[in-house]
Nanobody
Framework: QVQLGESGGGSVQGGGSLRLSCTVSGMTDSSYCMAWFRQAPGKEREGVAAIHTEKSTPYYIDSVKGRFTISRDGAKNSLYLQMNSLKPEDTAMYYC??????????????????????????WGQGTQVTVSS
């Protein structure tokens, strides 16, 4: 059974940094997508960043490009999200998710590609990130 566990959330002032970690256990496939989603109170869940085990180009939502960096360590079955220049609007519960596909599922929403959260089968319990102004 695939299980995910996040850590690294916390409270930080605007402009600060945090690094989220996600450990994946029970995954036997070699080709899968790993992603970070977030959900703020009263808002829809949104995909923040994603990386595939067999592809080199990561995905980022426009609002975090240049500030967040997604990475993975295959040997440790871990996923990371380095978040710099944090803004109050980054405040949310952050979730790690994994999907067994040979690509990361995205869909066109207006003029932007967005991760399709409903296509991810495995989710962590979430870690809270709070950014104060």
């Amino acid at each position: 059974q695939v299980q995910l566990g996040e850590s690294g959330g916390g409270s930080v002032q605007g402009g600060g940094s945090l690094r989220l970690s996600c450990t994946v256990s029970g995954m036997t496939d070699s080709s899968y997508c790993m992603a970070w989603f977030r959900q703020a109170p009263g808002k829809e869940r949104e995909g923040v960043a994603a990386i595939h085990t067999e592809k080199s180009t990561p995905y980022y939502i426009d609002s975090v490009k240049g500030r967040f960096t997604i990475s993975r360590d295959g040997a440790k079955n871990s996923l990371y999200l380095q978040m710099n220049s944090l803004k109050p609007e980054d405040t949310a519960m952050y979730y790690c998710a994994v999907e067994r596909r040979d690509y990361c599922p995205v869909n066109v929403d207006g003029r932007e590609l967005k991760l399709t959260g409903t296509k991810f089968a495995y989710w962590g319990q979430g870690t809270q990130v709070t950014v104060s102004s």
